[in-house]
């Protein structure tokens, strides 16, 4: 515990590396333990850390390492989780990084819009609001940047009704920022435009 402490508080400096470090032996001494729950989120964390140093094989090999291992303990949401942040960390690939990560466009679509499915899948089944609008807002990115935006503007329009059944106002504005993209992919400009506006509102007293 006192390594993934050590590893967290890098982490807080951004210093990912030293991190690594910490994390890796938090890792292996839980692993010898068979504390494996533990073990994986220590995965979770170094997966968190590679997106910053490491190539993308790495990353997203520690990703469907950890999810498979918390798969394997039936610790769904913590599955869930993974999917998710998987899925966002493919999104954010440019081209030059796709390639070293062995993908063109068409496959990390392929394989971001696949983890985003399965997180909002999970997230379906336990009552973690606010984590399963993380994940429409996740899925609705992958599906407008792969084209199928139909199912893009109807995950922003739940993801929004979800924040505001739980008054999430900083969380309802992120959702509009994604409806907007979609809205305006669609040649909807107006009706953008007044996303992009209804989010804005929602942000102008609040600490985001």
Known sequence: WNHMNMGSAYIEQALYSPALEHLQEAYTIHADERMMFEAAACIYYMAYCQEHVAPPQEVIGSY?????MYDSLGVSQRSMSGH???GRYLLDLDSIRCVEGGLDYAKRNTLALAHCRLGVAIGR????PAQLGDLLDGLCDAERVAG?????LRHAQEAIALRNAHDSPARAAGSYKDLGMVLQAMGRTREAELAYLTG???LRD???
């Open 64 to 68: 469907e390492r950890m999810i498979a």
């Open 84 to 86: 998710g942040q998987l």
């Open 125 to 128: 089944t336990v009552n973690m």
């Open 148 to 152: 199928e935006l139909d199912n893009a």
């Open 200 to 202: 804005l509102d929602l």
């Open 206 to 208: 609040h600490a985001h």
